[in-house]
């Protein structure tokens, strides 16, 4: 059959319409792979990616984080326009082109139609905030300014291998991106290193088909800050309560950073403020270089080729943790290499050599002093500061690796008090300190506590559901590279090792709760005999007194004896 | 708490860290973005994407796509080692540097462990296959190959708005350099663009941190075909049977394409042929421009940038589909903007009245002859060459519109038949003719399905379940853009306007299979009444004969008689 509209296509023509796509016009038209699929999201992920950085900062200058946090509404649209003119008469008139065209189509255009019912869909109107977001951390240097904020895939966390809640230099500039594209407007970032240094203020915008940043203006200014960084970014978005809100978000934030002091302001002008409950920084996690079982045969060629060493034995003691001489010796004998050869001539088959034979090499796990858990103490104390309940417990699991990276598993539980008795538990996710408020059911946390067996801890369950109590349950990933389904973060990937570690845990804290439980219920039964004993000993004690004709004395005599027989046997 | 192992960050030390990232080493660390998480899925993504591409060409150039499509067991690695040195002496020598970090931490360390006991994950061998994938499309002019298979975003379809199963410029670039990762061979490429033209041979490389592509050769050679492309692949992957296999994708894309004709060879040597089932190619979709209604501020400012038109008016007319003369001069005289304004000297707060009035004027939606259904009768016949059936239904809906870009919802029903009765309905999902096998449960598709009352149409339906029965429900999703849930292109996420158009497709289909389900109940109990009248007459004719003393003529005629009153009353 002939093609209808256009000329068909040869290798020529098609080669013409080639053409390289920048990163930056790929997430505008993928925006949802980043977590601006929706008016509300985009406000939560516009927070969070400012939130996080801030939070990175404060802790890798060793700062104690004093963060502020607001959404403020911004004036609405429909300025100036010549409403008058607007008349609806029906005119339809650009549509008869394309309808002729389609008219062509014939008998072939089964199911299709002329357009015209087709639902109607204007965009709709969506509310337009201001996002602020202020620490107290070191403060970006100006020259750096730009490209933090104005460019996609710029950072300094992807190449390092630390606990980091920042891991792919995406989220801010596309959340500047993101409020460029719906509002037109500039990110305005304000940010001072030092006292003794000038703030600065600068406006700028991404220019979206080549992902660099356009400075619209860079001042100094003055601040009453010492040092921080100030970023505000205006977009269209939606403010909610609820599971998925920004309120939400900042209240587990504050149960996973209990040295954070935040002060957040909602779009109803409303102040609340979390105050940091411990003054402890978290441990700052070491950084690692890579272990030799997570390396492939393409990173482990680019490392040969990109390294300072000059001999292999040298490359594989510097460029990897856990190789020592004695591992570097036995890895190059395996693949029968020379220890002086230069790792920069390799051929590619010795490539393959190496990385086979260190597969057959014993390698001791990567160490985990590059982990910075949030520890059991301040897991509780976190879960106590936001959840009211009777009984808290947490694990801290030992450090774990997949596919070559270190992390650590912890996990902690609330029971009782307020909570809804009648409920599905209540699931907190988070990886490396942030919480996860999306896409619960794709993350590996939310499978661990699925097909986790609770009722063997005294907890109702229904098959392949969550189980049911007064609980909240805790899940903390932390890792120098977490596994995320998505670029939007919002779910753990399905690696079995990080599963089996989630439901170790949560085995764990399973067990404690459940000895809470029958200890509860001992103490209950206990209370329940020593009411009896204390409701029906009188009576007995009177009916004997009757039936013996026994006197006062010997009554009270009797039932002290009968008191203190039974509270014996009680206590067995 | 001062810091452990390094020294604090200041923005002077921060600022040093920070690196451009490549989309090359973005997506090497984050590959299960695109579909290469696991060695089985790795190899079904990359027999998908070159399918994807040869379909796309050959349907570009007007050409019936004959494919080939080969898996071929490699060698195995460990080859050349020197095994005779492998010693497990338990030497861990490489250890004794972080072991001595980590015991600094003393009491803080709480759950750290120093590595021993974290259980050792040597990376597991992996089967290595040759994916080879052949077309007789237009070939690839010999400029463009070494970019279009070696380089990550580099494409034809990202700027257009035309229906293609290709849309980003990733997916065979991605498979080449997944498999250059793991197996460190090239992407080897054969194509000829005509009978006149010589044929070449090219092989290449992804460089990982430039996102370019290294040509290795490229020379003419000898080829047995006039025209067409050849891309073969070596990767470590898994072959496996089932529900996610190649087997299955393969199978159900020649269902979704009745006019594909492929060959497919397994790794254990098995041919199978599946013919074409039509000779009809599918109508050729023509590119749109983009609709008013799915522009935003961003995209609409950098159109008034980009646009060649020298007036507000005919830019409008020109840069989108259904702007007649009527419609732009509704839109500028609502936004009160003069007619003859250059768009580029646009002002920010002009193009957001222009954007505003857009949004209050009445513009038609979008033509649909972008869209190229399967078509009723075809999705019949591709169900009936998949699937062994008693009952086969189908439903093309009129097109939609979900932000400004069209779309069509197909679904086709096959009941009966060998299919197993008391399972859970199987759902074959399909965008733009490509299967979609992967996050099932995160699929708009799925979600309709579920979420459709199966009950009233005479099924059995768990909440919250598919339908039960012996059943197949295809769905498949036509449009210039279909929104996927990631990369890897595996679910289709969740407008609201698609989920109703999927529903109200399947409540069609629904209604066919109900009337065909009661048919069938009336005729099983005609039957049986049949069955009863042929069984019991005689006997009630003998009974008669018997106490009325009949003759035998008598009796046959009662026994006519009565068959003749009940076969008639049995119509009503």
Known sequence: MPPRARAQDTAETLADKQREISISEFFTKNRHL????????????????????????????????????????????????????LQDDGAEDGEDGAAKANGKTGGKSNGRNNGKNISRLAPAREERFRVIVEDNGPGIVAAQVPRIFGKLLYGSKFHSLR???????????AAGMYGQLTTGKPVMVYTRTGPTKPARRVQLVLDLKKNEPVVISDDETVWEKDRGTRVEITLTGSYKRGQHSVDTYLEQTAIANPHLHLTYINPKGERRVYP????????????????????????????????????????LKDEFCRVGPKTAEQILTTADLPERRNPKRLAQDDARRLLDAIALTRIPAPPTDCLSPIGDSLVMAGLRSGVAADFYTSVTRPAAVYRGNPFQVEVGLAYGGGQPADELARVMRFANRVPLLYQNSACAITKAVLTSNWRSYGLQQSKGALPSGPLVILVHIASVWVPFTSESKEAVAHYPEIIREFKLALQEVGRQLQRYLRRRQREKEANQKQNYIQKYIPHIGDALQEILSLDSPARENVITTLTDTLERSRKF
């Open 34 to 85: 980043l977590g601006f699929d929706s008016p509300a999201k985009a406000l939560l992920t516009t927070i969070k990616e400012a939130v996080d950085n801030s939070l990175d900062a404060c802790e890798e200058a060793g700062l104690a984080p004093q963060l502020l946090v607001e959404i403020r509404p911004e004036a609405d649209t429909f300025k100036g326009l010549n409403l008058a003119s």
């Open 163 to 173: 606990q980091s809640r920042g891991q792919q230099g995406i989220g801010i500039s």
């Open 276 to 315: 940091n409950t411990t003054e402890e920084l978290p441990v700052l996690a070491a950084e690692i270089k890579p272990h030799p079982y997570g390396v492939e045969l393409g990173l482990l060629s680019r490392m040969l080729k990109d390294t300072e060493c000059r001999t292999l034995n040298s490359f």
